[in-house]
């Protein structure tokens, strides 16, 4: 019985200690950390989407960036976080006149 007090007591310990290592809140350099982390994954697909894939001039996104055709004519953006969000056709806007 005294085995399996100390062997839960020391599980229950190891839990513990487990749980305080995280650190739930982001300071400045995390967040700092995370924006410049995302521009660089933008502009990196930015730049391997206009040399490997096909800008559709005339329309635009839902939200104004420029769409992109890849090899398999499906039409798509480049979000803020670098990844490619996939749109129908009947989802692209007209692009404002320069």
Not at 36 to 55: C, F, I, M, Q, W
Not at 83 to 96: C, E, G, H, M, T
């Amino acid at each position: 019985m005294k085995k399996i007090k100390v062997l839960l007591f020391s599980a229950a310990l190891l839990f513990a200690v487990q749980s305080f290592a995280q650190d739930p809140g982001k300071g400045k350099v995390g967040r700092a950390i995370n924006k410049v982390g995302n521009k660089t994954a933008e502009l990196a697909v930015k730049g391997t989407s206009v040399v490997a894939d096909k800008v559709y001039e005339g329309k635009v996104a839902p939200n104004g960036e420029k769409v992109y055709i890849n090899k398999n004519s499906k039409y798509y953006y480049v979000n803020k976080k670098g990844a490619k969000v996939y749109v129908s056709k009947a989802k692209l806007k007209d692009a404002p006149a320069k």
